[in-house]
């Protein structure tokens, strides 16, 4: 049975949030992880404290507590939810995980995953802590049925891929808020390629592969993705590309293809919803320059001048003509 050292040193993780008591616990858990049935021990002298950190599509969630069980049936699960994989790294205690009638029994420097969308059970030793990582099954579909058959079962972090995972996971949990926003998706890329490469490795399957997918409905998706982050300033070919698992060159040739460049689409549908929003009677008490950062626009500045060369009027006068009605 492997130990903590097996896969280097435990990491304690990012500080907590603040402990809750056992009439809490229920909510703290739905909040950050999912939604269960509890039973403790000792309701009156139970704590446990969770910290959570969105990354991109995937999730980082630190728990510590003591020792009590939790139940998920049917009734708990959202079939309207994305389905989801939680992977659990143990740091501390014992943690004992139930699902597909397999039961996986975990010490430090093991870990097992379980899937969002079935029934589960869970309990925990008192000094229980572990780092999680929930993430859309999509990212490793590929793997299909071999990784239902994965489910609760125990892995061992001192062997084949478990051991990068480990300290992958660990070191990206402590240091999530230093990632830029350009790099997250490509970051993310790189972290689920391991991560399923180890699973499917587990489960006796080929390592994950994107499935093909045609130029055209790839450009579809890519577009879409634009439309709806483009309140994000930050929005550009890099993270359009991690977003979608493909490098920026290809992200250019896509785009080549019809003419115009990443860069240039983004800016024309800025421009366009400013349009929309600046002839739009309702909004004539919103300052062009808010309007502006709503759809990505770092600085009026540079809307302005962006806004001109595209309208051939400045914001202000392209707002005058459309409420009198000039076309």
Known sequence: MAQANSAGPVSRGPALDQPVSSVGWRDTVARSLLHFDFDFDEPKSFTGAVSSRPFADLEFINMACGRHAAYRDASKINQSQRPEYLLTLQLSGEFRLTQDDRTAILKPGQFAFYDSSKPASVSSSDDYRSLCLKFPKKLVAASGEALDELTATRLDADSGLAPSVWALLSTLSETVDSVSNVNRYSTVSSVMNLVGAMLASQAGAPAPVRPEETRVSLLR???????????????????????????????????????????????????????????????????????????????????????????????????????????
Do not use: N
């Open 221 to 327: 998706r890519i577009h879409e993705y634009i439309d709806e982050h483009l309140g994000d300033p930050e929005l550009g070919p890099q993270e359009v590309a991690g977003a979608h698992f493909i490098s920026v060159r290809y992200l250019h040739s896509l785009f080549q293809e019809s003419g115009t460049s990443v860069a240039a689409s983004i800016r024309d549908r800025r421009v366009e919803r400013c349009r929309i929003d600046l002839a739009d009677p309702a909004l004539t008490h919103v300052p062009a320059a808010a309007i502006a950062r709503r759809w990505g626009f770092k600085g009026a500045s540079h809307f302005g001048q962006i806004f001109k060369a595209a309208t051939g009027l400045t914001p202000a006068e392209f707002r005058h003509r459309a409420g009198a009605g000039i076309r």
